[in-house]
Each structure stands twice: as structure tokens, then as C-alpha cells.
């Protein structure tokens, strides 16, 4: 089998990461051996082989986070899956390979007929953008939400979710490419980001209060979304694809009691109930598996590629989302 493997981090993702050869283990008491059919490369992905993200494991490791697998072969006294089913895998074992074995209780059936390459990435944006619509004002169908980076994985998940509950949405991006692309998801309002966004906000959606901000740039941009909230709103912010801090300025956030947030999924999942986990990604399988909600797809590498893979996750020019899926 093939994995994909570092023993160090640093600046450049895809100069510390390799595919390696490895024998394909045999399932052991409780175990699964599976194959896996598609994994993600996420920014926390690419942060991670940086040594920028928030949680790192201990090194060497395998990269990946989520993904999803075929079960080809149950050890003694497994559990709760059959050969031949599809699987979600657990979050954080390290997905960019060929075959693994994992503990079959920690395994979540899918539905056969969904589409595994988008099963694949269940676990980390969907629930990230929902949880943000959800989690911190109480909104109502009509209302307005503003977002940045709204051609990323979470971004394009949040427009189509805000749609289905009813709730309008302006999206901000940071060039003119990616407008055409966050426009044919269905948002209401694209824009690209500059000091005057709160002005050609206002202009677009008029009488309309927009309650909550959602920011994943920080720096300047950070402010600029602030801008754009009625008086009494609330930002949250989720991540720094500037590379730059949040700034805020005395005036969003003394003047105009603006409230500033955080959002991390992994903090959730520590807070949250089962019931809670369980209720949430019940309602994203169904809304995936039946093709409500979907992300695009720039491109699709085996492990043996994971240094192009990994590169291409990295670049800024790129529509769509980067998945690793063994041949």
C-alpha cells in the first residue's frame, strides 16, 4: 500500500511530504481493513505540514484528516460494518493512503449510491459552515449574512446551506476570477473586496441589516466585513488566509458594538453532545447524499502525486477543492 508521510514540517507543504511504500496490514480483534476511496486536502491540511495549524501530531505522521473508504476485510469480532460497505473514516487518522486499518466501531455507514468523492468531505467544511449559520446569532429567513473567501470549501458549502434555510447572502472575494464561479453557487451578491465594501454593499442590498459576519482572510479584510454589519452585529472568525492578524478598528468594535468571535470545529466536537455531533452530520449526510449539497472538485491526484497534490492545494488561483483519490 501507499502513504503519504513526513518526519518534518516546513514552509514549503510539498517539500516535506513523500509517498512511501508500506505492506498492507491485516485486520487485527475489532478491526477493518479499508480501502480508501477519496480524501481531501483542507487548509488546516496545509497548515499542518507548515507547522502553522493549531493541533500537530506528533511526527513522523500521515497526512490527511477525512475521507472516505471501502471496507474489504473485517478482523475477529468486528463490528457494526460489512465487507463492501462504504465508510466514513474517523477524523484525524491520516487518510492520504491507499489501504488502513482502523477500530470498525469508529466507522459511519454511508449511503452506497452517494458519491464518495463528495461523502469525502463531510467532515470538516460542511459542519464548519452550519455551525457558523447556527451557532452564534439567531437568524431568520430573509436575513442577511456577509462572507469572505466565499470561493473556498467552506464558502461555497455556506451559500448553498444559507439558501436552503432562506437566509440571503453577500460574498466577498479577493479577485475578479473567482466572481463568476461564487455567482454560479447561488449566491445573492458577489463583490471583491476593497475599503469601499461597505459601500457597494449598501448599495446592493439596501434597506437590508446584515446581522452576521463570517471571516476566514483576517488583516484588513477582517475590517472591511465589520464595515458591512448593522450596529450590535456579530463577526466570527474562522481563519487567516492572509497570513495577517484580524484588525478591528475602534470604531466597529467601540463605537458600533461590534462583537468578535471565534469558530473552531475541532473545539466544537470537544464541547458538543453525541446527540449534537450526531444530529448534525445526520442532517449533512442526507443533504449530500441527495445531492443538495455539493463542493467542486479542482483536481484529483493519487497518493503516488501527493507532492503535485499537495502544491496544487497550496496555490491561490484554484476553483474547486484538491482530492486525493488512490488509483
Known amino acids: 500500500m501507499l502513504q503519504a508521510k513526513y518526519d518534518h514540517r516546513g514552509p514549503v507543504p510539498q517539500d516535506v511530504i513523500e509517498a512511501v511504500e508500506a505492506d498492507t496490514p491485516e485486520p487485527g480483534p475489532g478491526q477493518a481493513l479499508v480501502k480508501v476511496l477519496a480524501a481531501p486536502i483542507n487548509p488546516s491540511d496545509v497548515l499542518t505540514l507548515t507547522g502553522e495549524y493549531g493541533i500537530l501530531p506528533p511526527l513522523p505522521a500521515v497526512g490527511g484528516n477525512e475521507g472516505v473508504a471501502e471496507v474489504v476485510a473485517l478482523g475477529p469480532d468486528a463490528q457494526g460494518v460489512d465487507v463492501g460497505q462504504t465508510v466514513l473514516l474517523p477524523v484525524g487518522i491520516g487518510t492520504w493512503v491507499s489501504h488502513a486499518v482502523v477500530d470498525a466501531r469508529k466507522l459511519v455507514a454511508l449511503p452506497k449510491e ?4 463528495q461523502m469525502a468531505m463531510m467532515t470538516i467544511n460542511p459542519p464548519t459552515a452550519l455551525l457558523m449559520l447556527s451557532e452564534f446569532v439567531d437568524l431568520q429567513e430573509g436575513d442577511w449574512v456577509i462572507q469572505n473567501a466565499a470561493n473556498s470549501g467552506v464558502g461555497g458549502y455556506l451559500i448553498q446551506l444559507a ?4 437566509l440571503k447572502t453577500v460574498n466577498v472575494v479577493r479577485r475578479e ?5 461564487v ?3 447561488g449566491a445573492d451578491v458577489v463583490l471583491v473586496d476593497g475599503p469601499d465594501l461597505h459601500k457597494r454593499v449598501k448599495e446592493a442590498v439596501g434597506d437590508g441589516a446584515i446581522k452576521l459576519a463570517i471571516d476566514a482572510v483576517g488583516g484588513a479584510s477582517t475590517d472591511h466585513i465589520a464595515d458591512c454589519l448593522q450596529e ?5 472568525n474562522y ?3 492572509s497570513g495577517e492578524p484580524c484588525q478591528l478598528t475602534p470604531r466597529n468594535l467601540v463605537f458600533r458594538n461590534i462583537t468578535a468571535r471565534g469558530f ?3 473545539k466544537w466536537f470537544e464541547q458538543a453532545s453525541r446527540e449534537d455531533q450526531m444530529k448534525v452530520f445526520g442532517q449533512l449526510t442526507k443533504l449530500i447524499a441527495t445531492g443538495k449539497l455539493q463542493a467542486k472538485i479542482a483536481g484529483e491526484y493519487d497518493v503516488s502525486q501527493i507532492k503535485e497534490a499537495v502544491a496544487a492545494a497550496a496555490a491561490g488561483e484554484r476553483n474547486g477543492k484538491i482530492l486525493v483519490v488512490p488509483a
Request: charged letters at 20%; zero cysteines; proline letters at 4%.
Open 239 to 241: 481563519g487567516m488566509m
Open 183 to 185: 455567482t454560479a453557487q
Open 177 to 181: 476570477s473567482a466572481v463568476e464561479g
Open 114 to 117: 452517494a458519491d464518495p468523492r
Open 163 to 166: 439558501k436552503i434555510r432562506g
Open 232 to 236: 450590535g452585529g456579530t463577526l466570527v
Open 264 to 266: 473552531w470545529l475541532a
